[in-house]
């Protein structure tokens, strides 16, 4: 049986040949070291492989190469699959934690009486620029906090770090970009088939239905400050969506289908007309501006029959109620004060 404070490190790589040897080089520097570092390689065509094969020397690697791109959800699950330790650390391979990342989030857990509970914990990601990943004095995200409209947000994206999000709180969900997740809590809200993170996304939003179902089965999410990671985010919220329309598809079927997986009436009615406003949105720039994103409404259609069967499992095993779930739903997003423990 593995350490209660052991833990994985699982990196999906996608033509990342520029940033993954920075990325490893980070995680080869963590203390306590990972029991196992799982690197999936989606098919890339920059020699991402490679990379990791040549930073990997030293660490308790495990490369796997993909034959075709299966996407970011179906690669950290086949990751997830090849780890057994109490935790895991999914970290994208364009992000470098400092030395004590794990050590200052797993500390921060212990601490809490709710731990137990606590099925995520994540950090204070900073932007980093360059191939060498150099933190800067910009957030990239504090938590992610969630929407009336529906919309899953990194919470300070874009500001300075000026102190503003130094407080530890319980959030709605962490970041796909570097958190720790609770093994059991994973096993507890995977689909059938070990499926921690739903396939039929593919990539884009999986983390925030990943949070929701967290959320569903009681468990909770904390934001931890001191704990830092460094992170080149290749899409900026801020920046908006233009010119990239295959993303844009993604995100608009999975926009769908995140609230077909876990929004039950009680979430629609309590969160009116926030969400309904911003679907009427997302249907006028597919009319109009991203014509592009036209045909993830189409698969976000054929999709219905799976997405339905995946929310009465989801809703049929929830603990929590719906008014406890659409507390997080707020115009401007919420987060909770952590108490002293």
């Known amino acids: 049986m593995p350490a209660r404070d052991s833990y994985d490190v699982i990196v999906v790589a996608y033509n990342h040949a520029d940033t993954l040897g920075a990325c490893l080089g980070a995680v080869a520097a963590l203390q306590p070291p990972p029991r196992s570092v ?68 797993l500390a921060a857990v212990a601490t809490r009486p709710e731990a137990a509970r606590i099925g995520a914990a994540t950090p204070r990601l900073l932007r980093a620029e360059g191939p060498e990943l150099r933190a800067t004095g910009i957030l990239d995200a504090a938590g ?44 507890d809200v995977a689909y059938p088939g070990n499926e921690v993170l739903a396939e039929s996304f593919f990539a884009y939003r999986e983390d925030a239905e990943l949070a929701w179902r967290l959320q569903l089965r009681g468990w909770r999410s904390l934001y931890v400050p001191d704990a830092v990671a460094a992170h080149r985010r290749g899409l900026r919220p801020e920046d908006g969506r233009r010119g990239r329309s295959d993303i844009n598809r993604h995100s608009v079927r999975n926009r769908f289908l995140l609230r077909a997986h876990c929004a039950d009436l009680g979430w629609h009615l ?49 603990t929590a109620g719906s008014r406890r779930i659409a507390r997080w739903f707020r115009r401007r997003g919420r987060v909770e004060e952590v108490a002293a423990p």
Not at 291 to 297: N, V
Request: aromatic share 6%.
């Open 270 to 318: 309590r969160c009116l007309p926030w969400w309904l406003l911003r679907d009427l949105l997302v249907l006028g720039a597919c009319l109009s501006v991203e014509r592009g994103s036209l045909p993830g409404l189409a698969e976000a259609w054929r999709l219905r029959g799976d997405a339905l069967a995946r929310r009465r499992w989801v809703l049929g095993r929830r």
């Open 144 to 187: 992610m906090v969630v929407t009336a409209a529906g919309r899953h947000l990194d919470r300070g994206a874009g500001l300075p770090d000026d102190g503003s999000f130094a407080r530890p709180a319980w959030v709605f969900g962490g970041t796909g970009a570097a958190t720790l997740y609770r093994r059991a809590a994973l096993t």
């Open 38 to 105: 799982v690197v999936v390689d989606n098919a890339s065509g920059d020699g991402s492989a490679e990379v990791a094969a040549a930073r990997g020397i030293g660490l308790p690697l495990e490369l796997v190469r993909e034959p075709v791109n299966t996407g970011f959800a179906a690669a950290a699950n086949r990751g997830l699959r090849a780890g057994d330790g109490a935790w895991a650390l999914l970290l994208n391979p364009d992000c470098a934690p400092r030395t004590d990342l794990v050590e200052r989030l």
